[in-house]
């Protein structure tokens, strides 16, 4: 598990093909490893993968067939940025919101407009994941854990503050780039609850009312 908040911006080293899917090497820009063990989780722009290697500046980790198909990491590129969040421990504080770094589906920057001394940023996802998006609800974008602002159909916005921008990946996103996207799994929990019947107190005004229906 993970917390959404980016300890890092590191950089693709190279994307070696393996017996047909990739070993993504990172630099790690100064993240300390000293604590990561091989076999343990890190997030890369929200994409949880197990550490393969560990080298002082770095570590590489095996990208499987469907995570190149089904997130940003099969587009990426040697020297181009990617978050980086080591898994959440027991003790750490929860300063974002649960991630599992289970990507659920792409999305698409729709837009970027200044608003004061931050930017609002407006995303286009498939209807398959709006419906579990909520205003003031919690996202993951590329791994970073972001507060929706207001949500039109498939389109929802979030606001980036300065600190975000520039400790972040978000500082080389333009629009039009895809970005990998996964929903709170409360909302995932909520509609099996309700689908399966086991829920009767969440009735369909309880669902309006908290932006699930």
Known sequence: MFTGIIQAVGRVVRLEPRGGDVRLAVDTAGLDLADVQLGDSIAVSGVCLTAVTLEPQGFSADVSNE??????????KPGDPVNLEKALR?????????????VDGLGKVA??????????????????????????????????????????????????????????????????????IEVDVIARYVERL???GDAPALDEAFLRQHGFA
């Not at 919690?138 to 602002?149: A, M, Y």
């Not at 207001?150 to 300065?162: D, K, Q, W, Y």
């Open 67 to 76: 995570t190149l198909s089904l997130t940003t990491l099969g587009r990426l």
């Open 90 to 102: 027991l003790a750490d504080r929860l300063g974002g919101h649960l991630v599992s770094g289970h």
């Open 111 to 180: 837009s970027i407009v200044p608003d004061g001394r931050s930017q609002r940023w407006t995303f286009d996802v498939p209807a398959a994941l709006s419906r579990y998006i909520a205003a003031k609800g919690s996202v993951c974008i590329d791994g970073t854990s972001l507060t929706v602002n207001e949500v039109a159909g498939h389109r929802f916005g979030v606001n980036l503050i300065p600190h975000t921008v520039a400790h972040t990946a978000f500082h080389a996103r333009r629009v039009g780039d895809a970005v990998n």
């Open 194 to 196: 309700v689908g399966s």
